[in-house]
């Protein structure tokens, strides 16, 4: 059973460079998925950030395509993201997540960032 | 973009009860889209793709229907775990992905 796990600073300062990995394990990561990434301010909805395929380009939501970027390293079996420069508005839990074209089967648990000085 | 509407945003019901949450799309999606269900502090879980598709271990009082604009997820006796919110998603590949704003189904 695939499991994946984020990891990253949980506090970042404004206008820096917000910086999230995600673990794959209990699969491959080269496998023909789309490795991708959502987040939630708290009390709030989904928002779509984008996703990577295993042998294609990223894709990302088009509102928040200027500051991110989301990369995969297959060697390391995990993938990430991120976010330049950040506002208090990027403050949410993310989550990493696999996609099988089908809608997302697999997610991480979440991880807290929280935008402050 | 397409958006997408869900209807209502927040629903009372009781345990036995049948209950509908709707979702709209601002163009047509096809079948592309699927349902999860979200309990608090938790991540989503999938329900249904291809808008009427069960996903493996989901129980079968959760059905869903539509396509193009107009889909619907339905919860045929409500059961205590079921009070959660539930997001609909557009997952068309050829455009972004875009969620619904939830409907919160409390007691």
């Known amino acids: 059973q695939v499991q994946l796990q984020e990891s990253g600073p949980g506090l970042v300062k404004p206008s820096q460079t917000l910086s999230l990995t995600c673990t794959v394990s209990g699969g491959s990561i080269s496998e023909r998925y789309y490795w991708s990434w959502i987040r939630q301010p708290a009390g709030k909805g989904l928002e779509w950030i984008g996703r990577i395929y295993t042998t294609g380009s990223p894709d990302y939501n088009p509102a928040l395509k200027s500051r991110v970027t989301i990369s995969l390293d297959m060697s390391k079996s995990h993938f990430s993201l991120k976010v330049s420069p950040v506002t208090a508005a990027d403050t949410a839990v993310y989550y990493c997540?696999?996609?099988?074209?089908?809608?997302?089967?697999?997610w991480g648990q979440g991880t807290l960032v929280t935008v402050s000085s | 973009d397409i958006q997408m509407t869900q209807s209502p945003s927040t629903l009372s019901a009781s345990v036995g009860d049948r209950v509908t949450i709707t979702c709209r799309a601002s163009?047509?999606?096809?079948?592309?889209l699927a349902w999860y269900q979200q309990k608090p502090g938790k991540a989503p879980k999938l329900l249904i793709y291809?808008?009427?598709t069960l996903e493996s271990g989901v129980p079968s009082r959760f059905s869903a229907s539509g396509s193009g604009t107009e889909f619907s997820l339905t919860i045929s006796s409500l059961q205590p775990d079921d009070f959660a919110t539930y997001y609909c998603?557009?997952?068309?590949?050829?455009?972004?992905?875009?969620f619904g704003q939830g409907t919160k189904l409390e007691i």
């Open positions: 291809e808008a009427s």
């Open positions: 163009q047509s999606i096809n079948i592309w």
């Open positions: 997540a696999r996609d099988g074209g089908f809608g997302i089967d697999h």
């Open positions: 998603q557009k997952y068309s590949p050829y455009s972004p992905y875009t």
